[in-house]
């Protein structure tokens, strides 16, 4: 900001009665080396079970969504059920999230495997617009005082929500997903990615993001906790 403000002083504004710049040159100012950038933490499947059984119903379901499709925090707030599409051919569905809502203002094509699907049917009915609410409203965050509190309980302090995104990238990455899937699916940019995707390509996207559920009854611990806090609701 302050580099800004000088560079508009030198280049930019001018007086009013002199018609001379603010500066005659703007000085150097370099930003010092970060030496203590926070490194992605992925979670393993206990740490997941942990923290997502002790979150509040309707954020663990965000997260348990977020983990397996690999949206940020924004774009899961947002959804709309305007943006999902039918894909008829595969018996599924996916959502595309219009540019300006997305953080590279790209169209965002997003795959839903068998538990973001489960998490998807289980929001169905709640609310005419968005897919996930609490007490009849959208979400704005997913980084909250119960996210914050959750975390210190179970003792991973360190995690943040965006750390759920690693995790499925880096579940895909261990599957041995092609980086081309893996950047489509966590919704990367890359220059030669368009949204046109035929039956065939979603098909093999979808199987993709299913090797990120790492259980081959389709069901994670995270997914049947879920379910029985609905019963037990």
């Given at each position: 900001m302050?580099?800004?403000?000088?560079?508009l002083s030198a280049r930019l504004w001018r007086d009013d009665d002199s018609g001379l710049t603010w500066l005659a040159t703007a000085p150097l100012i370099q930003l010092l080396p970060v030496t203590d950038a926070r490194q992605p933490y992925p979670i393993s499947w206990e740490e997941q079970r942990l923290l997502f059984q002790?979150?509040?119903d309707?954020?663990?379901?965000?997260?348990?969504f977020k983990?397996?499709?690999g949206c940020r925090e924004r774009e899961i707030c947002l959804l709309r059920w305007e943006w999902e599409v039918d894909v008829p051919e595969l018996g599924t569905s996916v959502f595309l999230i219009p540019g300006e809502n997305v953080k590279n203002r790209e169209e965002r094509l997003v795959v839903l495997n068998r538990i973001a699907r489960s998490v998807i049917a289980g929001q169905r009915g709640l609310h005419e617009e968005f897919v996930f609410t609490y007490q009849g409203h959208a979400v704005t965050k997913?980084?909250?005082s119960a996210w914050k509190r959750v975390r210190k309980v179970v003792g991973l302090d360190q995690v943040r929500i965006h750390d759920l995104k690693h995790t499925f990238g880096r579940r895909l990455r261990a599957a041995g997903v092609s980086l081309e899937n893996r950047k489509v699916l966590l919704g990367h940019t890359n220059g030669d990615i368009t949204t046109h995707y035929s039956a065939p390509d979603l098909e093999g996207l979808i199987s993709a993001a299913e090797l990120a559920c790492g259980q081959k009854s389709g069901k994670t611990p995270a997914l049947v906790m879920l379910k029985r806090k609905a019963v037990n609701g």
């Open positions: 302050v580099r800004r403000i000088l560079n002790a979150l509040p309707h954020l663990a379901k965000m997260c348990l983990v397996n499709t997913m980084y909250n």
